[in-house]
């Protein structure tokens, strides 16, 4: 059994046989890199894309957060310490009480949407 195994090893065909198999693997090696590469130049995109649509959104949403902010009557005085908080913190204060900063802009929208109806 052994012997069959070095005579395979050693059979004039062996050599080419086994270097054809090596530049087979070799290209598919090279086709997989490739592919790999590409794959990761995509992705690094959308990921980027995404970062920035994150950031534009976050942005958008701390102006909102300001806006309501300052719609809102002035801040009681256990609230002042909070004023330089985090945009979390400041956003649960906001949802906790519901100030009145939401319902005005809620107001105005509708007026606005109102008014704009009736010009069409």
């Known amino acids: 059994m052994l012997r069959r195994f070095f ?30 590469t590409r794959t990761e130049a995509t992705l690094r995109a959308r990921i980027n894309q995404l970062a920035a649509q ?24 256990q609230d002042r310490l909070t004023t330089s908080a985090s945009v979390d913190a400041r956003a649960q204060r906001l949802a906790g009480r519901e100030p009145q900063g939401f319902d005005v802009c809620a107001r105005m929208e509708s007026a606005d949407r109102a008014v704009l109806e009736t010009l069409r």
């Open 7 to 36: 005579l395979a090893f050693t059979h004039p065909v062996a050599g080419p046989l086994g270097f054809g198999l090596a530049v087979i693997m070799c290209a598919l090696l090279v086709a997989t890199s490739m592919t790999a």
């Open 54 to 77: 994150d950031a534009r959104t976050g942005a958008l949403l701390r102006a909102r957060l300001v806006s309501c902010e300052r719609v809102a009557p002035g801040p009681a005085p």
